[in-house]
C-alpha cells in the first residue's frame, strides 16, 4: 500500500511535468549551484554564495547565484553533495605544497541555513580526501599547478524552499601564508533542482 501512495505521488509529479525534464509548469534539473574565493594572507574568514553574479563584477567563471544568499522564488534544492576543488595557480614546490597542507589543515566549512545554528561542518583537508602526516600526501611534481578536488556525499539530503537564506563560511584557524595569495576555493552545491516556468 505505501508502495502504491509513492507511486502516485511520483506518478502526479511527472504528469505535471508531462513526462520529462521539462513540462508546461517547470523543470527538474541536475544543476549545480557554485560559488569562487580567492585566498588572502590578511583574511581570515570568507562567507560564499552572497555576491550574485554581475555583482563587483562577478562572471560566470565565479559563481552562477543569481541572487545573494536565497533560494531565488520558484525554486527548490535538494543539496546532496559538496563539491570543494582547491586551485593554487602557482607551481607546486615543496615550500608551496607544505603551505598548502598547512591551510587546508587548518581551515573549516560552514554551511549555515536562516541563521541558524551550522548545519554541516568539516576541516577542509578530510574533505578533500587528503591525509598528512609526516610526508606530503599531494602527489604533484614541482612545477606543475596544483589543483586538489574533493566530493563529499550528504547521507541526508539538505533541502532548501524558495527564499531560503544561506550561507557557506570558510574560517581559517590560522592565516593563510602570501606564498599562497590568490589560490581559489571553488564550493558546488550538488544539486537535483526544481523549477517552475519554463
Do not use: C
Not at 146 to 172: D, S, W
Amino acid at each position: 500500500m505505501d508502495q502504491d501512495v509513492d507511486g502516485l505521488g511520483a506518478q502526479q509529479a511527472l504528469a505535471n511535468l508531462q513526462q520529462g525534464t521539462f513540462g508546461t509548469e517547470g523543470s527538474m534539473l541536475d544543476f549545480p549551484v557554485y560559488d569562487r574565493i580567492k585566498l588572502v594572507s590578511t583574511t581570515l574568514a570568507h562567507t560564499m554564495f552572497q555576491a550574485p553574479v554581475g555583482q563587483g563584477g562577478r562572471t560566470l567563471a565565479d559563481t552562477n547565484m543569481v541572487q545573494a544568499g536565497v533560494v531565488p522564488q520558484g525554486q527548490n534544492w535538494r543539496i546532496h553533495a559538496f563539491k570543494i576543488s582547491f586551485f593554487l595557480g602557482i607551481s607546486m614546490t615543496d615550500a608551496i605544497q607544505l603551505l598548502v597542507m598547512a591551510i587546508l589543515n587548518n581551515t573549516t566549512f560552514n554551511f549555515i541555513i536562516n541563521n541558524k545554528a551550522t548545519q554541516y561542518q568539516w576541516v577542509l583537508n578530510e574533505m578533500l580526501g587528503i591525509s598528512f602526516s609526516a610526508s606530503p600526501a599531494i602527489t604533484q611534481q614541482s612545477g606543475v599547478v596544483g589543483v586538489i578536488k574533493g566530493i563529499v556525499p550528504l547521507n541526508r539530503e539538505i533541502t532548501l524552499a524558495a527564499l531560503t537564506p544561506f550561507r557557506v563560511e570558510i574560517n581559517h584557524w590560522v592565516a593563510p601564508d602570501a606564498g599562497i595569495d590568490n589560490a581559489e576555493i571553488r564550493v558546488s552545491l550538488i544539486t537535483d533542482m526544481s523549477r517552475a516556468g519554463s
